[in-house]
């Protein structure tokens, strides 16, 4: 079965820090990729995902992530994080034909502090 | 995307009572799903529920204690039977979008078992 890793359960960085959270995932196959976000008391929203073509996507509120295939990695990136920006990240992978089951890594609560 | 909310949004149930949630979403949908999140986890899949046919239930989870209901294209419900502390979780709904393997998530309800 497949499994998401993130590496990094809790994050603190100032504001204007740059970001990277770190997601690998363990699967042989065609996969979509996904980065939701969870605000403080508001719903998990999709932040970006990845499904084929540049592997380099770009999602809402400045994020990008890179799919790397050779390493089983989608890493989020932000270059410069505000305020805002504090919330509980996770990564998911869904296999290409596997009945659109998303599994989910284990989250990374990010703290940005002014 | 899908609006989608939940009812109830928390509760605090007995041991040996049941409770169910409801899962309501704005527009017809194919596939909906019941995810729980239990304190300091990620999310886990417990079933897919289509409309018109049986849920199908994750490895660990189970009809009796998680029966499923999908009368129509906008609605679902979750019953958590005869529930222990160990059920207390965030139990999460979402909906697959119209394209592609993303979902949209409902807001949680909250239960607490004592």
């Known amino acids: 079965a497949q499994s998401v890793s993130q590496h990094n359960h809790h994050v603190i960085l100032s504001e204007a820090a740059s970001l990277e959270l770190g997601c690998n995932y363990s699967?042989?196959?065609?996969?979509?990729l996904f980065w939701y976000v969870q605000y403080p008391g508001q719903h998990l929203q999709l932040l970006l995902k990845?499904?084929?073509?540049?592997?380099l996507v770009k999602g809402i509120k400045g994020f990008e992530a890179e799919f790397i295939k050779s390493k089983f990695s989608f890493n989020l990136r932000k270059p410069s994080v505000q305020w805002s920006d504090t919330a509980e990240y996770f990564c998911?992978?869904?296999?290409?034909?596997?009945?659109?089951?998303?599994?989910f890594g284990t989250g990374t609560q990010l703290k940005v502090e002014l | 995307s899908a609006v989608i909310s939940q009812k109830p949004s928390r509760d605090i149930c007995q041991r040996g009572t049941s409770l169910t949630i409801q899962c309501q979403v704005d527009?017809?949908?194919?596939?909906m799903f019941w995810y729980r999140q239990q304190p300091g986890q990620s999310l886990t899949l417990i079933a897919t529920?289509?409309?018109?046919?049986?849920?199908?239930?994750e490895s660990g989870f189970v009809i009796d204690k998680f029966p499923i209901s999908r009368p129509n294209l906008t609605f679902s419900t979750l019953t958590v039977s005869n529930m222990s502390p160990e059920d207390s979780s965030i139990y999460l709904c979402?909906?697959?979008?119209?394209?592609?393997?993303?979902?949209?998530f409902g807001p949680g309800t909250r239960l607490t078992v004592t």
């Open positions: 998911a992978v869904i296999i290409t034909g596997g009945g659109n089951k998303l599994t």
């Open positions: 979402s909906v697959e979008a119209s394209k592609g393997n993303e979902q949209y």
């Open positions: 699967y042989g196959g065609t996969v979509n």
């Open positions: 990845y499904f084929s073509g540049d592997p």
């Open positions: 529920a289509n409309q018109g046919s049986e849920a199908t239930y």
């Open positions: 527009s017809q949908v194919t596939m």
